[in-house]
């Protein structure tokens, strides 16, 4: 008989192990190998089964082993030793209690984190690939470093999905559905116990009523909204049922319940716990952004601001995170379907007599993609995420970049490099990824973890015994090897194979052959199949007599998405192909756990996507993290770090117009490296039968990247360049009753309004010789019409730089100038810049506006230029 709905009946535990419990309800343990321990403990068999899932393990534990533990004073004391150390972990000060001394400023009280995914472990399935698994491992670091971060979601009911295979090798997805209370969390409830529920206006005077769960992520809440509710119809109670499925609308009401109903959950967590309120609110992708205007509408119902002061106090708190340089990554709403559905999510829950404060054009246009090669029928949330948020960033340096050129549409008038995106580099937990093995061989060389939050600590890694480190690789390759074969069964029992059948398996890869890693989400620019390019050389290189190589692959398609489930098919019918099954496998249903065997037992983690566009990526850390190498297109983190020896970089033929020449000479270069470097230095090993050269570049690795790598590195980076400065600016803005908010958003209205009427009259620049020379001074005049605008509204400079093609001015050099006289509605303006190169070069002038409280002078889009070129004068170009 088919379950119609799965329900889990939690066990009463003895009262000696009642903290097993308490053990299992706080996610430390995804983290924490000796409370893992402590549960393997209770029925190690039981433990391997459930995958590793207390709550599972508490729930099916046979109830006389449970009794024969309570007597067993041995592992009751383990037990207590186990809870005395989470106890001391929640509540001691960690590095962000000592921050306001170093810092000199008071760190943020509190910093809420949205986020459409979280990857925290196998065991809750709540993420479908980097973005997700990046929130979760941020989490954990916020954890690990006390920063008070509340994270909210959304609980979906079958998660992403899980993956199978056809016979024929098609990709398959099944839907299992979870029951919260057989998951690591809790409901948040009022003190009489009712459980707090959050609402959401939707069109058609329907409202959306969800529970709001608690998970405990070490010190972190993570509040999960769950639309299975009893007052909502059918329809609405799937709202939070897959993760990136269903169609325009039903994404839309998650991101309406993320955005609107996360932050009406925060609120409502802060009021019952105490958790100090967020002064920073973080968005991670466009998928949270509502967050922003939900902010907004709190602002102008509750504090009674208009519409552009809302914004400033929005702005001035809040950090937006873009992801993807992908166009189809981004989130897009067709703009009448938004309109509808906030002309009820905002306008209706605030009431009418707001809808003059809150202009529904000016929400709409929040979202507009109103810049060059913009599409005028859509609501765009990462440029919504943008406008509602002052500072922005991307997740490697030339995500940074990338964003730059990407986005400047939103600030007309600038150069990419002066569009106000930065970035930060993300990183992994390096407790949840990094082996058991890995972590005792570290603490052997270092005892105190610690040290290796700094590079001296990885430093020391360099005096590891050789024959250690690779006793420990081959350990984690052998575990890699036997779990592929287990999962590799099942596999081909689900395809429809009979035991007999399969023998071939126990001989499928060898513990001792260079171990090639690849997996991921399988969307087409990562390029699945690109080993496959070249069938025969791949088959050289699997089958190659004295340095043959095994590879491991695994990854979910979307499942609307037909060219990717073409990708695996691929790769499952060669794979399939007996001559070569021994050496190249892949394995379905990629998660955490699949992870995590993944990036420890390979020697080799391949990745080569289409330069530029993976953001960042953060499996190939993992791997490094391990004692793996990497062997990467230059792309996302691999960019910034490879540094010619700690690892390979794969070329790129980034100039290749054709794709299809393009994936052919990437493909050549990737086997030539295998063949001629990869290969050859794994397997030359000495009389000691050690591959020195090869554990020196594992050593150089972990020096190299090690202190790079961790989540707590990127973390702190968040709190140090964003979150401080978001916190800084808010309370500029919102101290004495918001006088900060008002001025700004004034100014701004002031200096908009003016804008238009500013012109430059004229520029003069004269040299203190003539020809000119480095090393003397450039004397520029300029003089301007201010119109409305007052001298300290502007910042006036002079720009010297090359000229470069098409009369660009590049690696432009700004100077201030100072105003020195106003003639009647004229002011002028001077100042020098010194000549610190040769050459043709070009001056002009420009002018931003400027004021104490913006973040910096593109803030408002807003810069003039005079047209250019004015004057001719000894190779000096006025423009
Ligand atoms: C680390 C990880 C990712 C991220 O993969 P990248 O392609 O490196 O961004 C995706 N999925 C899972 C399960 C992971 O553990």
Redesign the pocket.
């Known amino acids: 008989m088919k379950a119609i709905r799965r329900f889990t009946v939690r066990t009463v535990l003895p009262e000696e192990l009642a903290a097993l419990g308490r053990l299992a309800a706080n996610l430390r343990w995804a983290w924490h190998a000796p409370t893992r321990e402590v549960f393997a403990a209770v029925d190690q068999e039981l433990w391997e089964q459930v995958g590793h899932d207390p709550l599972r393990l508490l729930g099916e534990a046979d109830a006389d082993r449970l009794a024969e533990l309570a007597a067993d004073e041995a592992f009751c004391a383990r037990l207590r030793a186990a809870t005395a150390d989470l106890d001391g972990y929640l509540t001691e000060p960690r590095w962000y209690q000592g921050l306001a001394a170093e810092n000199g400023g008071e760190p943020p009280a509190g910093v809420a984190y949205f986020s459409a995914e979280y990857?925290l472990t196998a065991a809750l399935p709540q993420?479908?690939?980097?973005?997700?698994?990046?929130a979760g491992d941020h989490l954990k670091s916020a954890s690990d470093l006390g920063v008070p971060l509340i994270g909210v979601g959304l609980l979906y009911r079958h998660g992403y999905f899980s993956q199978t295979l056809s016979p024929e090798g098609w990709q398959l997805e099944e839907y299992p559905e979870l029951d919260p209370r057989g998951l690591p969390m809790t409901r948040l409830r009022h003190p009489d116990g009712a459980p707090v529920e959050v609402r959401v206006d939707l069109p058609e005077d329907r409202e959306l009523t969800a529970h709001v769960w608690v998970v405990r992520v070490g010190r972190v809440p993570l509040l999960l909204l769950d639309a299975d509710h009893e007052a909502n119809d059918a329809e609405l109670r799937r709202v939070t049922d897959r993760l990136y499925g269903g169609g325009t609308d039903h994404r839309l009401r998650q991101e309406l319940l993320l955005g609107i109903g996360g932050l009406r959950a925060v609120r409502a967590y802060c009021a019952l716990t105490g958790h100090p309120a967020p002064e920073v609110f973080h968005m991670n992708e466009g998928h949270a952004g509502f967050l922003g205007l939900e902010r907004v509408r709190e602002y102008v119902t509750g504090d009674g601001l208009d519409f552009d002061e809302a914004v400033e106090a929005t702005r001035a708190g809040t950090v937006f995170t873009t992801h993807t340089p992908v166009p189809a990554g981004i989130d897009r709403f067709p703009r009448d379907l938004v309109q509808r559905h906030l002309a009820s999510a905002v306008h209706r829950h605030a009431g009418g007599g707001v809808v003059d404060r809150l202009p529904p054009d000016r929400v709409m246009a929040l979202g507009a993609e109103n810049y060059e090669g913009g599409d005028p029928h859509v609501f765009n949330m990462a440029v919504m995420g943008m406008r509602l948020a002052q500072r922005v960033n991307g997740v490697s340096r030339l995500h940074g970049e990338v964003s730059r050129e990407m986005f400047r549409g939103l600030w007309p008038g600038f150069d990419a490099d002066e569009v106000p995106i930065t970035s930060i580099t993300?990183g992994?937990h390096a407790r949840t990824?990094v082996a058991e093995e890995a972590q005792e061989l570290a603490a052997r060389i270092v005892p105190d973890s610690e040290e290796f939050e700094r590079p001296d600590g990885w430093r020391k890694v360099t005096g590891t015994d050789e024959r250690d480190l690779w006793e420990m690789r081959r350990t984690l390759r052998r575990r890699l090897v036997a779990d592929v074969r287990h999962r590799l069964r099942r596999s081909w029992r689900q395809r429809g194979a009979s035991h007999a059948e399969l023998g071939w398996i126990d001989d499928v890869l060898d513990p001792d052959v260079l171990t090639i890693g690849f997996?991921?989400?399988v969307p087409s620019y990562?390029r699945l199949t690109l080993m496959l390019r070249d069938r025969e050389r791949l088959r050289r290189l699997l089958l190659h007599p004295e340095r043959p190589v095994q590879i491991v692959i695994?990854g979910k398609a979307h499942p609307a998405d037909e060219g990717g489930k073409r990708l695996i098919q691929e790769i499952v019918r060669f794979a399939d192909d007996p001559t070569v099954r021994h050496r190249i496998v892949f394995l379905p249903d990629?998660?955490?756990a699949?992870?995590?065997s993944l990036?420890q037992g390979s020697d080799v983690w391949l990745?080569n996507?289409l330069r530029p566009l993976?953001?960042?990526?953060?499996?190939?850390?993992?791997v490094a993290l391990n004692g793996g190498l990497n062997l990467s297109v230059r792309d996302?983190w691999w960019d910034e770090w490879f540094d010619g020896s700690n690892g390979w970089a794969i070329p790129t033929a980034d100039s290749v117009p054709d794709p299809d020449r393009r994936d052919e000479l990437e493909a050549a270069a990737l086997y030539s490296l295998i063949e001629d470097q990869v290969a050859p230095l794994f397997y030359d090993h000495d009389e000691g039968g050690l591959p020195k050269r090869w554990l020196e570049m594992v050593k150089h690795t972990l020096v190299s990247l090690g202190p790079k790598v961790l989540a707590t590195r990127m973390v702190r980076d968040y709190v140090r360049q964003l979150y401080q400065g978001a916190a800084d600016a808010s309370r500029r803005l919102t101290a004495d009753g918001l006088a900060g908010v008002h001025e700004l958003a004034a100014w701004k209205r002031r200096v908009v309004q003016a804008w238009p009427a500013l012109h430059v009259e004229h520029v003069e620049a004269v040299g203190s010789a003539d020809p000119p020379q480095v090393g003397d001074e450039l004397e520029v005049r300029a003089t301007l019409v201010l119109g409305d605008l007052d001298p300290s509204d502007v910042r006036v400079e002079a720009v010297v730089g090359r000229i470069g093609p098409g009369d660009e001015l590049t690696d432009p050099v700004p100077a201030r100038l100072t105003p020195a006289a106003a003639d009647g509605p004229l002011v002028r303006y001077t100042g020098r810049v010194p000549l610190d190169r040769a050459g043709a070069l070009g001056c002009t002038v420009r002018v931003l506006p400027d004021h104490p409280l913006l973040s910096g002078p593109a803030e408002l889009g807003l810069v003039l230029v005079p047209e250019p070129p004015q004057e001719m004068h000894d190779g000096l170009v006025l423009r």
């Open positions: 990857g993420y479908s690939g980097g973005l997700g698994i990046l993300n992994v990824w997996a991921r989400r990562k695994a990629y998660d955490m699949v992870a995590r990036v990745n996507p993976e953001a960042c990526g953060t499996s190939g850390m993992k996302g």
